[in-house]
């Protein structure tokens, strides 16, 4: 069907705060007109301010989940954000190498933005073995990329980030951009690298306050531009310029961190139509 939306197949963890996992990013490929398919790895009980227990879901249904919907739609991409355990990342790893000509785009959640650890360094070495060799792009933010790269790093050593990124291109995947949030910086730098170095670095005003949610914005973003036909280095160009927006449309809702408008682009319509009358 040529009317037939994109559709993009999600394995991700609930957030019933609405900020984060599986909610952020059933809302962001919506806004950017993809039709998301849900595959739930964990239940969480967290909010604004932190995660406070994690439960994962049993490899085998999370395996389940997706065969069921793979059998019967056409899926364009896959993004794959937190995963509970290492039985998980296998199961995941097997589905999705049934599928090696859909783009997967693997946000790597190692913590909470408050800083909660959310995987031991077993499945560290799992996701580093089984899924960054079948990765399209990697989303790490710094932090997260220095952690997935030290896997051969002795005691006291600490790569740079164009470090990390080879280390982790040599691993298998084909892309993998960095982004800056948590790096001292006046900007917000993203720099995207390929197998030859540097693709493209973009700087974004770094706005204030902090936000739940906004890497798997970025991640879901990412995978909706890629679904909706984009090569790699625009595809990362437009879903910045999307995430950027919903940060700065930001909203606090609890006592926590602000959550990112994914539909910041309605509400600016609907304040036009306002303004108009």
């Known amino acids: 069907m040529s009317d037939l939306p994109p559709i993009v197949l999600v394995f991700a963890a609930t957030d019933p705060s609405g900020g984060a996992g599986l909610q952020a990013d059933i809302m962001t490929l919506s806004s950017m007109g993809c039709h998301p398919l849900s595959v739930v790895t964990a239940v969480t009980i967290q909010d604004t301010m932190g995660v406070d227990d994690v439960s994962a879901i049993d490899a085998e249904w999370v395996a389940d989940q997706a065969r069921c ?29 049934d599928y090696p000509e859909v783009p997967l785009v693997f946000d790597p959640v190692l913590a909470s933005g408050r800083g909660d650890e959310l995987v031991n360094e077993e499945m560290v070495n799992a996701l580093r073995e089984l899924l960054i060799p079948q990765t399209t792009i990697l989303t790490p933010n710094s932090m997260e990329a220095r952690r997935l790269a030290a896997e051969d ?125």
């Open 69 to 97: 919907v793979l059998e019967d739609m056409p899926v364009a991409a896959f993004k794959i954000g937190l995963l509970g355990s290492v039985e998980q990342v296998a199961a995941i790893a097997e589905v999705v190498s």
């Open 153 to 277: 790093a002795e005691e006291g050593d600490s790569p740079d980030l164009a470090e990390c990124a080879r280390r982790l291109i040599a691993s298998g995947c084909e892309y993998v951009l960095i982004t800056g949030t948590h790096e001292n910086t006046p900007q917000v730098v993203n720099i995207l690298y390929g197998q030859n170095g540097v693709v493209r670095s973009d700087a974004w005003q770094r706005l204030p306050g902090s936000f739940h949610g906004s890497g798997c914005t970025l991640a879901s973003a990412i995978a909706a531009t890629i679904a909706n036909g984009l090569e790699i280095s625009d595809a990362v160009k437009d879903a910045q310029e999307y995430t950027w927006q919903t940060l700065k449309a930001a909203f606090r809702p609890g006592m926590g961190q602000h959550i990112p408008d994914r539909l910041f682009w309605a509400r600016e319509d609907e304040a036009t139509d306002e303004g108009g009358d």
